[in-house]
């Protein structure tokens, strides 16, 4: 089957990390696949051999249809199951949409954009070896940094509190919508949806 794009959301499995700020990715997915079984149609796929939950979605606002995944592997290793989803289904890497968190935007901030270093993000590190290249797409939701260097690790694998989970929660919204921007327009329309704010 042809597929327009395969969508991953990153975090860590297990409800010790549910709705954790690391685990952005995986509430995003969460939140397309309820509005997808909605308006379009859901389809459960057995991801095992690629360690991860799979998907084939397709929704009014999507171009196509769509892959979506969230690994089973802890968010350091997601390479081990980003690489071997696209070998199988045969997709380029440039196919590729991760959605993940970011500690260098603020929370409730969204931004989109194509390759480009990692950002100390180690599941991203970790998709970029395992794929050999880091020309992949990156939905970014903003998290915010804590005000100690010290505190990120805690920080990240942390429940936001009601204000910063009000912001996460809006900025997931947005996300949503430069995803849907990027399948029908493009990266250009994808930004440009990003800068209106």
């Known amino acids: 089957m042809n597929y327009s794009g395969v969508l991953v959301g990153l975090g860590n499995p297990g409800k010790d990390y549910a709705h954790t700020r690391h685990n952005c990715g995986f509430d995003f997915v969460e939140a397309l696949l309820s509005d997808a079984e909605r308006t379009g149609t859901v389809r459960p796929m057995n991801g095992a051999k690629f360690?991860?939950?799979?998907?084939?979605?397709?929704?009014?606002?999507?171009?196509?249809?769509?892959l979506c995944a969230t690994p089973f592997t802890f968010m350091n290793l997601s390479g081990q199951s980003v690489r071997p989803l696209l070998a199988?289904?045969?997709?380029?890497?440039?196919?590729?949409?991760?959605?993940?968190?970011?500690?260098d935007i603020p929370a409730g901030d969204v931004r989109f954009k194509f390759g480009g270093g990692n950002a100390g993000h180690n599941g991203l590190k970790s998709i970029s070896q395992h794929l050999g290249?880091?020309?992949?797409?990156?939905?970014?939701?903003?998290?915010?940094?804590?005000?100690?260097k010290s505190d990120v690790i805690n920080w990240v694998l942390g429940r936001?509190?009601?204000?910063?989970?009000?912001?996460?929660?809006?900025?997931?919204?947005?996300?949503?919508?430069?995803?849907?921007?990027?399948?029908?327009?493009?990266l250009d329309a994808a930004v440009r949806l990003v800068k209106k704010g």
Request: charge should be negative.
């Open 51 to 66: 360690s991860c939950a799979l998907w084939q979605i397709t929704m009014p606002e999507l171009e196509g249809t769509w």
């Open 88 to 103: 199988w289904h045969k997709l380029p890497a440039s196919q590729l949409v991760v959605v993940h968190d970011e500690l």
């Open 133 to 148: 290249s880091p020309d992949f797409y990156r939905l970014r939701i903003g998290i915010g940094r804590p005000e100690h």
């Open 160 to 186: 936001p509190d009601a204000d910063d989970r009000e912001k996460i929660a809006s900025a997931g919204e947005r996300a949503m919508r430069v995803l849907f921007a990027f399948s029908t327009g493009g």
